[in-house]
């Protein structure tokens, strides 16, 4: 077989091959092998449960692929709420038409992602519908949260620090480059982040806030964390880590890096007697080498000031960020 | 003088109020982006002009999408800017959502791929913008014609700056000062200004788009007002030169001529827009007579806005009815929009 058939989606025989040859070669593992109607997984702690789908196309570029990205989106939601991850399951909505020699390199990718984060791919489902060869994968992780870990969006206090865990906006540019055959050596950034955050909990880090930065971009998820700690946040645009080329990028298509979507990156918000540490620690990480302070949390002096984020600008300007408004789109001018 | 001492200047200035417009998008978004609006002395205002390709869309270019978008066996193509701009009773998005089809692409080029796997299908490419982007126009139409493609027209809504700015000094809009558009200078050269500041005796900076490329600019007008003498400065030298670029306009005027064409809120400028010639007539999908332009809303004031005469916040609809999400007037539409840009500032 090369591609992907109504067949493979019977339930029948197609259906028990494409699993076997597929699935199960680089998904296999005590929970999965049994077969069963739902697995059965030990575990009596607190729970976190997230649920992610993911509908990149292409399928495959430079840095990653949808499989990774699948496992990474999970992987980094439990992660924001100081959850070890432990669990996932995966459901694959196929196009006909899906080659086979893709699909294998996305599951296996997939596996090599569950591997690294240190997830255990417990259930599964395939479906296929009519189509031209696109590929939907939606995962759902459980994972468990350790005692006296509090950490959620309202969390942010008067004077914490406010970290980034490295480059903004790669994969975002990554993607828009492939859809407009734009040749660069961009790569996406996605990448599971359960590293960094376990060290941080190791370290007795009191870590107020965790978020990850995907759609809409750093000053996306900073406005909605402003609004949702009733604080001001203060950042400085001087030390928001940019690649140079990603930069450029966007000077191009009139884009904004603060709007463009990571996969593999997280705000922490810590109190300023731990922000050198936290940022030490995730420098120290896999994927955190460029991450770097790049403001406070401040009280408001009015109620205007509540919610608000203001970056102040390399000439000494303000400017207030709201959340992304429409698409993200290329200007045309 | 260091740019330190040209933000001091600029931000302690206590002569006359000063006026100054600026008439690209690129530029209202920078200005927002750099947040330099608060450097500035509160004698000096920036005001945001006519520079936004989709705010000026009248509605019956939008209206005509629409109509276009609904037929049979037809697609129509665009920049995804032009999606949620409101025609006389729907936008783009809003056809699509009961069935029209529309396609958003990142360059005109791409419709040439569609038309090839497609050719028994018809294409309609939403051409939009000024000077910079018609030279794109022109090679869209170039290759359609070299390969025999007979599916791709383009509906144009294009449009030429000295008209509009010289509708914009004629109509009583408090302007001292331009911040000419980098982009379009590119095309069309810096002296391509000299008229208007001779007639109007007002000067011009050619500007970048970088913060200090801005402040640089505001000081040369701020400098140019205080001793009374309008001029053209080009402060964008690295990209802007004098005189016009003579292949692009060979390339126009090869296909476009000029045309009294109507802009959003302001109605129509004599010889503000480019149409197809007559000799390429059978590429245009109904270009010409997009007249009407009725608000959405009555109470929309983005006309006046337009022309400096009115700002966002004295709209009645602003960041009540229209936002960004619900946007009422084209203004509102684009983060070239000045609406837009106050609201979101």
Redesign the interface.
Known sequence: MEKILMEHGSGGRATNELIKEIFEAQFDNDVLSQMEDAAVVPGNETIAMTTDSFVVTPLEFPGGDIGRLSICGTVNDLCMRGAVPKYITCGFILEEGVEIETLKRIVKSMADTAKEAGVTIVAGDTKVIQGNGGMIINTSGVGFIPNGVDIKASNARDEDVIIVSGNLGDHHATILSQ??NITNSIKSDNAPLQEMVSKLIENEIPVHVLRDVTRGGLATVLKELAVASGLKFDILHENLPVDPQVESFCGL??L?PLYMGNEGKLVAIVPKDYAVQAVEIIRGCKYGENADMIGTVIQPEDDSEIGALV????????????IL???G????? | MEIEQLVDYLKNYSGPKVRLMEVCGSHTHAIAKHGIRNLLSPQIELLSGPGCPVCVTPTAYIDKLVELSLEDNTTVVTFGDLLRVPGSKESLNEAKGRGGSVEMVYSPMDVLGLAKANPEHSYVFAAVGFETTAPVYTLLLDNIIENNISNIKILTALKTMPGAISFLCDNGALIDGFIAPGHVSAVTGANYFNDLAAKYHIPFAVSGFGAKELVIAIYGLVKMIEEGQPAVKNFYTSVVENDKNKIIEKQLNKYFEPADVVWRGMGSIKSSGLLLKAEYSKYDAGSAGLNEDNKRNKACRCGEILMGKAKPADCPLFGKVCTPMSPEGACMVSEEGSCFNAFIC
Do not use: V, Y
């Open positions: 859809r407009m298509l009139g904004d970056m102040k600008t390399e000439i000494g300007g303000h400017r207030f960020l709201d408004q429409g698409e789109l290329p200007r045309i001018c």
